[in-house]
């Protein structure tokens, strides 16, 4: 029998236990040699449930394991770009949660390190491995859609500020919704888009709630007093093929309801992704698909599957560090226009 994937995890806790570790030990061909948390108690907690033979509480003794080939790094976001390279330079492959890092920057130095050691560096955008994206891409890829032109993409929650982890504080988790939930939306949009060049930016980021006593929160009460992230924003992003998008995101707004979807424009076709939906003209008359039947799917594994026969196909991930690292400089430029008001320019 040919010899498993060794796989380590760095940060075991929410999403590495929900997702990660029992998507790598669905595979046949992978085995989970160890977890590392700094949290002594969540790593053997770890290992104990998902019987895993080793834990640490510092990666890099983990790192260290020559039968360990492939990482997740599932630790919070201003983690990433440390445990990532680390990882990449003791020669082991990585899938490090989203966003890349707290930005561009960071996120750079971690694929210039990824491909200076010859190692894959993927980020987890599931979302591309979402039953209505794998749809959706095929539709495009068939030529429905014609030429992409425009693109709104939305990650709106009506009252959404998460009350428990970092997701308010600025230092740790690099933004509020735009980088926690805008970058899914926006990472998806840009590959059913093809992954056109951006070249300009220009935004807004505001805290109208986060800041503010009394509040109603929905998922759970944060400290107003420590919020130091957005609460809403929006971007224009310009391509150098003249397509544009426009990307709106919120952890607290007055709207209706909540919204995670994107409409893209073609020449030929129009498409929104959830629920699945065609827009087109067909035989003289405008009509309306909506996609039905689809095979169900768990994205976050169907990534991690895609992942590891990247590893052992020795192909370029579904989500490479490059894509992972455009959402980053989007991002960054959205802030970056709003503290200086003006459109940026990207290189
Ligand atoms: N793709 C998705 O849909 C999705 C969903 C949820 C979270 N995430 C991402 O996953 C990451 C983790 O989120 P979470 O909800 O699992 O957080 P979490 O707080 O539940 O888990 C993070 C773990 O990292 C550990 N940790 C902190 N510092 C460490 C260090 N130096 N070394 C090792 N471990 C360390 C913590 O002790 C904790 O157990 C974030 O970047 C988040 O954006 C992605």
């Known amino acids: ?159 959404g500020i998460p009350g428990w982890g970092v997701f308010t504080q600025k230092d740790k988790q690099g933004g509020g919704p735009l980088i926690d939930i805008g970058v899914h939306i926006l990472d998806l949009t840009l590959y059913l888009m093809g992954h056109p060049k951006p070249v300009s930016v220009s935004g807004i980021s505001t805290t109208k709630f986060g800041t503010r006593e009394g509040v109603l929160g929905l998922m759970g009460q944060w400290d107003p007093k420590t919020y130091t992230v957005e609460d809403f924003a929006v971007g224009l992003v310009k391509f150098e093929n003249g397509a544009a998008l426009v990307l709106e995101s919120s952890f607290c707004a007055n709207i209706e309801r909540d919204v995670m979807d994107a409409q893209i424009l073609g020449t030929k076709g129009g498409l929104s992704i959830y629920p699945p939906t065609i827009m087109r003209e067909e035989s003289g008359a405008l009509t309306v698909t909506h996609l039905t039947s689809l095979q169900e799917i768990q994205s976050h594994g169907e990534q991690i599957r895609r992942f590891i026969e990247a590893v052992v196909n020795d192909t370029e991930p579904l989500v490479t560090g490059e894509q992972a690292l455009m959402v980053a400089e989007i991002i960054d430029a959205i802030y970056e226009s709003q503290e200086t008001g003006r459109e940026v320019l990207l290189k």
């Open 1 to 159: 029998m040919e010899k498993k994937i060794g796989v380590g995890i760095i940060g075991s806790g929410g999403i590495a236990q929900g997702v990660h570790i029992p998507g790598y030990q669905k595979l046949d061909n992978v085995e989970v040699i160890a977890v590392a948390d700094v949290n002594p108690a969540v790593a053997e907690a770890a290992a104990t449930k998902f019987n895993i033979p080793h834990y640490f509480t510092d990666y890099e003794e983990m790192l260290k394991l020559p039968e360990i080939q492939v990482v997740s790094v599932c630790t919070p976001n201003y983690l990433h770009r440390d445990a990532t390279i680390a990882a990449c330079q003791a020669g082991k492959h990585v899938l490090c949660e989203k966003p890349i890092a707290l930005n561009a920057r960071e996120g750079r130095e971690m694929v210039q390190v990824a491909r200076a050691n010859g190692v894959k560096l993927t980020v987890g955008y599931n979302s591309r491995c979402s039953k209505e994206a794998i749809a959706l891409k095929r539709f495009v890829d068939d030529g429905l859609l014609g030429e992409p032109y425009y693109a709104r993409a939305q990650a709106l929650r009506r009252r």
